[in-house]
């Protein structure tokens, strides 16, 4: 059964296109990723399904319920981490899961024993009677999810969870998540431009650029529709390269940010012909390494640029728009 049914999906600020008719459903206890760049969708769509912004056009449901027509009953299936920090500094733990408890009327007996049980599930219980603004990042965050988590929800979003924590605090947090989703069984869907974060948490990614999203599947499939090995080569003419290796046991070439791809079959058995070639032409070699696809050869695969490159393509087009609404 789908958790969260998406068809046509868009939404417009004036003539700036956040989101651009987007389709997908996601089954439940499925974890959902949402992989892209900044402003390339994710958090419009977010905020969309979690009934924050009304859809310009199509359709959306979330556990049954629209998004427009039925936006309490939405509200009270979603539990939702959003990217910018919502606790309340001065409060400690426990109080901000008990006025968060409160808001949704869980009883007083049942508010304590899941408050107890939350806080232990993300190893905060010894914090509880401290405050806030004592907490590192990877704390507040685990304490957003077990807040967010209290009314019990059918589904859980989380909207870029590890943007600017340290590798090791985002490890520890990969693996609560991954907790709750294998003892909770509830759906969660997550933003994400982190490749490694969505290639270990999610059953399936969809990629999302400029609105739209340009790939579905799971990450071993995105990765063997990309196909074979890969050699990445820097030499001083990369044209030229490109030009040279044009072999019949060559898939695909792309030239990109002054390096040459290589796709291919096997790229140990042509390692040795690859240098003959550049070598009988003149063209040195800077550096070669082969490799498997990765995510991020996925994300170039499918749209032209590197998800870098799209990073400041999407701030260009948000400053952009932002300049328009000035005037």
């Excluded at 199509?58 to 919502?86: K, L, P």
Aim: charged share 30%; with cysteine.
């Amino acid at each position: 059964m789908s958790a969260i049914h998406v068809k046509d999906l868009t939404k417009t600020f004036g003539a700036f296109t956040a989101v651009d008719g987007i389709s997908f459903e996601i089954e439940e206890g499925e974890i959902f990723g949402l992989l892209g760049p900044n402003g390339a969708g994710k958090t419009t769509t977010i905020s969309m399904l979690s009934t924050m912004l009304l859809p310009s056009g199509g359709t959306a449901t979330v556990d049954g319920h629209n998004v427009v027509t039925e936006q309490d009953a939405v509200r009270r299936s979603i539990g939702i981490v959003f990217q910018d920090q919502s606790l309340d500094e001065e409060l400690t733990a426990y109080e901000n899961m008990d006025f968060h408890g409160r808001l949704y009327r869980i009883p007083s007996p049942l508010r304590e024993e899941r408050i107890a049980e939350l806080l232990g599930l993300v190893g905060l219980e010894g914090r509880k009677d401290d405050l806030v603004k004592t907490f590192s990042g990877g704390m507040r965050r685990r304490l957003e999810i077990a807040r967010g988590l209290l009314h019990r929800p059918r589904v859980l979003f989380l909207d870029e969870p590890t943007l600017g924590l340290d590798p090791q605090t985002r490890n520890h947090l990969w693996e609560y998540i991954e907790n709750l989703n294998a003892e909770m069984g509830i759906t969660i869907i997550l933003t994400t431009h982190y490749m490694d974060e969505a290639d270990r948490l999610c059953d399936r990614i969809a990629i999302i650029d400029q609105g739209r999203i340009v790939a579905l599947d799971t990450s071993a499939r995105l990765k063997d529709a990309v196909g074979g090995d890969l050699v990445l080569l820097r030499t001083a003419d990369p044209v030229r390269t490109a030009g040279v290796l044009a072999a019949p046991w060559v898939e695909r070439i792309e030239g990109h940010d002054g390096e040459v791809l290589i796709h291919l079959r096997n790229a140990e058995r042509h390692i040795s012909e690859i240098v003959t070639l550049l070598d009988r032409e003149g063209i040195g070699i800077e550096s070669l390494s082969v490799r498997k696809p990765t995510l991020e050869d996925v994300f170039l695969h499918y749209t032209g640029r590197s998800i870098r490159e799209s990073e400041a393509d999407a701030g260009e087009r948000m400053r952009i728009h932002m300049r328009s609404r000035r005037h």
